[in-house]
């Protein structure tokens, strides 16, 4: 029989209309003759809640304790939703990361799976039951409760259905699957049909934020497709698969935005070995998240590198400088309050003239580019935060991602030129 | 190195003033040199939250579901304890029922404890860190979630005392010990040092709530002393222990009131082997509890069976009463509003004159008895509900229970003859 895994965010099970609206959907699928998983999230802001309790008593808790803690959020739900089931007269049992052996390594608050034990699920759902599992959480093999981090809840959901080797994945979300950009920034962004796991990586981590890249590395890994779709209604979302052949017609599937960004630049560091090195675990040891590196060497023999980093995070990146100016005798420069705007897609690898489009419609609108990165599939390009939801809207007009566009302003497949060299941008 | 378990009660780790609170006399008990095992409930009203949260789903949750549901209120204490703890620089550690293998049987909703894996604890004690079990709570040998039903914090408390051979054991509460009778009726009501467990195990029968009896079975029959104090102040409650010699002098420790019960007659019942056991076997099925029962055979060879049970659950008792009237040819008589005021002490044993007392002193004051049910250590009377609290109070008197009462308002000892006849009243 196939099965068919279905996760439900925290907005999708906020109240008991919504737990119960999630209970029907699973009756469905099952009435349809699949066999149903759901995993689900701690209930609206339930996990705000409790990370208050927490603040209340200490600023820095324990992580083990502050898991012990938050997968109270997901045990709440989990039972809410078999008790719905049962309800409606569709036998349910709902289970702990713990009761299903979602082992994880010891690593509190971001832990990482190593193993479930998918048994117990195919046990219960050959009893004709539907089961419910605490997504987010794993439990150590000593017993202690561990958290999965961000996006934790999509890792779980991606797990179950790879070790039950399910037929169907669906992640219900609030909205209605992934864009070709952000829909509140760009009235004309249309959903995708399908994006691969490539370019939905790309996509999370230039701010996407509907998928966390955990939970897409893993499905790719265990080659698992996600389909993201909306609670509140029944149409299709957007499906995440491994990429085929017509995918890489399409050269740019999607652009995102992300502001918030800053620049630090080290000038006149010196060029020999293991220096970049040492600049990179100074900024670790503060806790810092570095974006893009860009490293130059001037003629003078002497290094230039600058790195970006989120605005929030400059203050502690600083004291990371400070200590290496002091030691490399080198300079610093900042700049905040940039934005970084991309565009995505696996057709890069086989077309050319993406790159010079981007540019060219830049600075077509007087958008000044500071910095460009590239990975095999996207192109980056870090400009003013000021103008930075205009550039979002200018690239995705450019390469006519849009809706109701006439068929004269989808130039982008057609300047592409076929091309056989990798990188080609 | 000498344990102490302290248990702390809902009202008593109601939000982050009170929880640091107990952890702070956690950490004076370490510092006295003592290894220490907290065991918490949910926080005030956390599992109203969690039951009404539950009716929102469901009118009848099934039973498994709701006990993975209600312990996380449970879970969320003993994590916000343990941060506690760990913020004032005191190692701690949580654990949840299953983390510590408190296993129960599968009776879910009002589980039985059987085993606890107490090396788990000792081990953590060792490494010098304050234990912090989640109280109400179990786990099947399957790993289901239990839960031990009414007063089962309480029982938590003592199997873990018992298990570690505890040489203290500590309920913190929001009242200061067991008391001569409930303060809110009677304002003379004196708290008592110490009382017997089969003395607490009659009172917790009759309607005083601060200990259920199943906890109290478990510390007399694991021979655990129980304190029972206030978590607002660091003097002494009540110890409830063995009863000791000195104990017997006095003939009557407290009295109780317990109000809202209904009292059922069936009359020409016949008198043979096997009746009694149908009629009770007929009201069990509809789950309603019975309370005394009083059988008596009339002239004409027919016997008359009379029983007392909660007035909210008369509905379901008439239910069982129509069948048996048909079925025996009986008849049947239902009085509802009345009361049940009684004294208990183990003194009682080996003192006569204690039965007679309390009806003149009832009768003195015009309060008519309807009915007398007597146990070794325990006389109670069935009385109209309007006339409880002032019978309560009258009892109270009669025996010089209170406080600040001249020595010859104390008749008690004086009037009661040394007998060595067990049940001499």
Redesign the interface.
């Known amino acids: 029989m196939s099965i068919v895994v279905m996760k439900f965010g925290g907005t999708s099970v906020a109240d ?1 209309r919504k ?2 609206a999630a209970a029907r959907r699973a009756i469905r699928a099952q009435k349809q003759g699949r066999q149903v998983v759901m995993v689900v999230s701690a209930m609206g802001k339930e996990t705000d809640r ?1 990370v208050d ?2 603040r ?3 600023p820095t ?2 992580h ?3 898991d ?2 938050l ?2 959020g997901e ?2 739900t ?3 939703m ?3 089931l ?2 409606m007269g569709c036998p349910a ?2 289970f ?1 990361a ?2 299903i052996g979602m082992v994880t390594d010891e690593a509190h608050t971001k832990a990482r799976l190593k193993s479930i034990a998918a048994e117990k699920i195919h046990h219960e759902l050959d009893a004709g039951k539907v089961v419910i599992v605490a997504g987010f959480q794993g439990v150590t093999e000593s ?3 561990t958290t999965l981090g961000r996006g934790g809840s999509n890792v779980t959901l991606v797990a179950i259905a790879a070790a039950l080797k399910a037929d169907l994945c669906e992640n219900f979300t609030d909205v209605d699957g992934i864009f070709t950009a952000d829909p509140r920034i760009v009235p004309t962004a249309r959903k995708l049909d399908a994006v691969s796991y490539d370019e939905m990586l790309e996509l999370a981590s230039l701010g996407a934020s509907v998928l966390h890249h955990r939970a897409v590395e893993f499905a790719k890994k265990y080659d698992v497709p996600l389909h993201v779709r909306n609670s509140e209604h029944n149409r299709k979302g957007t499906l995440i698969v491994h990429e085929t052949e017509s995918m890489e017609r399409i050269v740019v599937r999607g652009a995102a935005l992300k502001e918030g960004l800053a620049r630090v630049t080290l000038s006149s560091v010196p060029d020999h070995p293991g220096v970049v090195a040492r600049i990179f675990h100074q900024v670790a040891r503060e806790n810092v998240v570095v974006d893009d590196i860009i490293q130059t060497i001037a003629d003078n023999g002497k290094a230039t590198v600058s790195f970006t980093v989120e605005m929030a995070e400059l203050p502690e990146c600083k004291q990371a400088v400070d200590i290496l100016r002091k030691e490399l005798k080198c300079s610093a420069r900042y700049e905040d309050h940039l934005a970084k705007v991309s565009v995505v897609g696996v057709g890069m690898r086989t077309h050319t003239g993406v790159a010079e489009k981007m540019f060219a419609s830049l600075a077509a609108e007087g958008i000044n580019i500071q910095n460009i990165t590239t990975s095999e599939i996207k192109i980056s390009c870090l400009i003013n935060r000021t103008q930075g939801k205009k550039a979002l809207r200018v690239v995705h007009d450019a390469f006519g991602l849009g809706i109701q566009k006439p068929a004269r302003k989808k130039p982008a497949k057609k300047a592409a030129k076929k091309s056989t060299r990798k990188k080609a941008k």
């Open positions: 008991a737990i119960r409790l309790l927490a209340q008593i200490s808790p324990p083990r304790e502050m012990q803690l997968a109270t045990q709440v989990i039972s809410l078999a008790m719905s049962e309800e049992i709902s702990t713990g009761q017993g202690a409760i």
